[in-house]
């Protein structure tokens, strides 16, 4: 006799399957764990047969990174168009921090670390790299986000070989003082606007100082002398994840600057300056052991993890101005 599946066995199988995506989306939120630069790279340059010289650990910290990426668990969610990716936001705005200091640190690289002077002439490796992780983050449909990324690494491990290959003089990693500073200042500016965006969770008036300090200062359009600035409870998990994630990437790739910059630091005696960061940064990374980001007033009864981590991030952005201007004295 044929069975028929009844309303009542619809509902089960409709709730398991959603217990099962629930568990999974669970699953592929579980944040990769830090590593450290040095040792990878050391492991890496013994197994290829590669000398350990200037810009090999950073650009290993680049390349692990970006891989992580790809392949933590779950794979690369933020261009997912099927459940239960498709409903998850947590990670795909970690995800996006994390790529948006990749895409600083290879512009860096590309700009600045490879190159002598202004009138230099590019590395090809990393002209080739550093416009394909630009590529839309949320690009599925071919050519995929993923794609694009993994041909970025693939540029950067023929960049990181020719550092040690004595026959290719083109392939140069230049740890200059003036380079890492330039490199400090972007960071700044990120780590600036995640300070801010964190700090308005609660709401705050804040008083129009674009133009302070410079008495013949112009901008495009006028703006109030008071904002008022809230960020909206939509966003709230997605800025706090998106700093997140953006501060778990910087912290290996300073970890590759305290390696590869050594010499330059020592001689600026700024090393512990590096390393307060880094410890700044670290803390950025602790477990948050409630389901969800709390946004509690200022001095209330719950907590507010947005200006938590907008304070950590806030103290490694001081520390790194002070770094920044150690850099610049003689």
């Given at each position: ?18 217990l099962?995506?629930w568990i999974?989306?669970i ?24 000398r ?5 650990t ?8 970006s ?18 990716s ?9 995800e ?6 990749v ?17 230099s002439?590019?590395?090809t ?7 394909l992780?630009n ?6 449909i071919?050519?995929?986000?993923e794609?694009?990324?993994q ?9 990181r070989?020719?550092?040690s290959d ?5 392939g140069?990693f ?11 200042k ?7 606007s ?26 495009s359009?006028?703006s109030?002398?008071?904002q008022s600035e809230k960020?909206?409870?939509w966003q709230?998990?997605?800025?706090f ?6 501060s778990?990437?910087?912290l290996?790739?300073l970890k590759?600057?305290?390696?590869d910059?050594?010499d330059?630091l020592?001689?600026k005696?700024a ?11 670290e ?12 946004n509690?007033?200022g ?10 981590m907008?304070?950590?991030i806030?103290?490694?952005?001081a520390a ?7 850099l610049?004295?003689?």
């Amino acid at each position: 006799m044929k069975q028929y599946l009844t309303p009542k066995w619809l509902l089960s199988f409709a709730v398991i399957f959603i217990l099962l995506l629930w568990i999974l989306s669970i699953f592929w939120s579980v944040e990769p764990d830090t590593f450290e630069p040095f040792a990878i790279a050391n492991q890496q340059a013994e197994a290829n047969q590669e000398r350990l010289v200037p810009g090999y650990t950073i650009t290993t910290s680049l390349i692990v990174v970006s891989e992580t990426l790809l392949n933590k668990s779950g794979g690369y969610l933020s261009n997912d168009v099927i459940p239960p990716s498709v409903m998850m936001d947590n990670m795909p705005s970690w995800e996006f921090g994390a790529l948006e200091m990749v895409r600083d640190l290879a512009l860096a690289m590309r700009k600045d670390f490879s190159r002598s002077q202004s009138q230099s002439v590019e590395n090809t490796f990393l002209t080739k790299a550093q416009p394909l992780f630009n590529n839309d983050s949320l690009s599925w449909i071919l050519p995929s986000a993923e794609s694009k990324y993994q041909e970025g690494i693939d540029n950067l491990y023929k960049y990181r070989s020719s550092l040690s290959d004595t026959t290719q003089q083109q392939g140069q990693f230049y740890a200059r003082a003036d380079n890492l500073r330039d490199f400090l200042k972007q960071i700044e500016k990120r780590l600036g606007s995640f300070s801010q965006r964190l700090s308005v969770s609660v709401g705050q008036e804040r008083l129009d100082t674009n133009l302070a300090g410079d008495a013949q200062a112009l901008q495009s359009t006028p703006s109030a002398n008071k904002q008022s600035e809230k960020t909206s409870w939509w966003q709230l998990d997605d800025n706090f994840y998106e700093a997140r994630g953006a501060s778990w990437a910087l912290l290996h790739f300073l970890k590759g600057v305290e390696v590869d910059f050594a010499d330059v630091l020592e001689k600026k005696n700024a090393k512990v300056s590096l390393q307060q960061i880094i410890r700044e940064l670290e803390a950025t990374q602790e477990s948050l052991w409630s389901p969800i980001v709390l946004n509690g007033s200022g001095f209330g009864m719950l907590a507010n993890h947005s200006l938590v981590m907008a304070n950590y991030i806030s103290r490694a952005n001081a520390a790194l101005i002070e770094l920044s201007e150690l850099l610049n004295q003689g």
